[in-house]
Nanobody, 127 residues
């Protein structure tokens, strides 16, 4: 069974940086569309960023654009979410998701597109 495992969350002061990692147990990683989502208490899960299976289709949410960067290392079967200039409203559980479907664009911003999910990692930003 394919596993998706996140790591790297924690507590950080506003303005600081964290890097989340997500490893997929099945190779090659570039067979998968990969996405990051987050869910704050009392709110719905929301899109943060994705990289499509081919690597050329990428997008990032307006709320984090210019502060967060998603990248992929196929050799390590790992994707990353570099989070800089963190703000208090970035506090949430962050989830990594993977999907092998032939999908592009807006479909990769929807949580229901993804078949595989990690357990989530908590990011808490304090002022």
């Amino acid at each position: 069974q394919v596993q998706v495992v996140e790591s790297g969350g924690g507590l950080m002061q506003a303005g600081g940086s964290l890097r989340l990692s997500c490893t997929v147990s099945e190779r090659p990683l570039n067979a998968y569309n990969m996405g990051w989502f987050r869910q704050a208490p009392g709110k719905e899960r929301e899109f943060v960023a994705y990289i499509g299976w081919g690597g050329g289709d990428t997008n990032i949410a307006d709320s984090v654009k210019g502060r967060f960067t998603m990248s992929r290392d196929n050799a390590k079967s790992t994707v990353y979410l570099q989070m800089d200039r963190l703000r208090r409203d970035d506090t949430a559980v962050y989830y990594c998701a993977a999907d092998r479907g032939y999908r592009f664009g807006r479909a990769l911003e929807r949580p229901d597109t993804y078949a595989l999910w990690g357990q989530g990692t908590q990011v808490t930003v304090s002022t």
